[in-house]
């Protein structure tokens, strides 16, 4: 479980979160929805460590993780998939899904990501620059799984990918969720593909998160309007 509360974040003298609390439960795969540049990507950013937060607090399981660095909360337990993704692209697809990893590598562990996602095993020995955006990403969320996270964040991970390969990244996901009985945070504008994917969807805009709901309660005549004013 990760839990924000009153979260505030700032470039400098610019307030990009003001005030942000929620929480993302064990299991529970969490669609944070908005357009370009209303907060999502600095949110992200600021729960894996990447950026400080000026006031608020980040619990993980329970945990206060708000003034720690990004490598212990990954060592604790949260993995960041990036936005543009940012594999290795001179290394191998099977040394870029083991560059996260600390002591010795289990094979298990690597053969399970090939399961999730077959392509990388078909390309294991390919240099990841040359793997379409789609099996990038799927790259990209192989090698966060790879330090097994109890949670997993997800930013923008559709951007540049065909619409074929956007279905397989939800099942995938739903997939992940299902095995690994992990939380999954993912900042999205591409509405379908959160309808698709989360049991919960928060609609963020310039940094407040305005709206609320669970999946089946869903309308989305009303978060398409939201999307663009």
């Known amino acids: ?85 940012m594999i290795f692209p001179y290394l191998s697809v099977y040394e870029n899904l083991i ?8 094979n298990d562990a690597v053969n399970e990501i090939y399961a999730l996602f077959p392509v990388l095993h078909e390309m294991r020995k390919r240099k990841g ?28 991970p559709t951007e540049g990918i065909q619409p074929s390969i956007i279905k397989d990244i939800s099942k995938s996901l739903r997939e992940i969720r299902k095995i690994r009985k992990l939380t999954i945070v993912v900042s999205e504008q591409v509405l379908s593909f959160v309808l698709d994917t989360c049991d919960n969807i928060m609609v963020i805009d310039k940094g407040n998160l305005i709206r609320e709901d669970r999946r089946a309660d869903v309308n989305a005549d009303q978060i398409k309007a939201m999307l663009a004013v």
Do not use: H, W
Not at 139 to 152: D, F
């Open 99 to 106: 560059s996260g990893v600390q002591g010795r590598v289990s």
């Open 129 to 156: 620059g040359n793997l379409s955006g789609g099996q990038q990403q799927q790259l990209a969320i192989g090698r966060a799984l790879m330090t097994n996270p109890s949670v997993l964040l997800l930013d923008e």
């Open 1 to 85: 479980m990760i839990s924000v509360t009153n979260l505030q974040v700032c470039y400098g003298q610019s307030v990009v979160i003001p005030d942000m609390s929620f929480t993302a439960p064990q299991g529970e795969i969490l669609g944070i929805i908005g357009r370009n540049g209303m907060g999502k990507s600095t949110l992200f950013r600021a729960l894996i460590g990447m950026i400080p937060t000026r006031s608020g607090k980040i619990t993980l399981n329970d945990k206060d993780i708000t003034g720690q660095p990004s490598f212990r909360r990954v060592a604790q337990g949260v993995a960041f998939v990036p936005q543009g993704r």
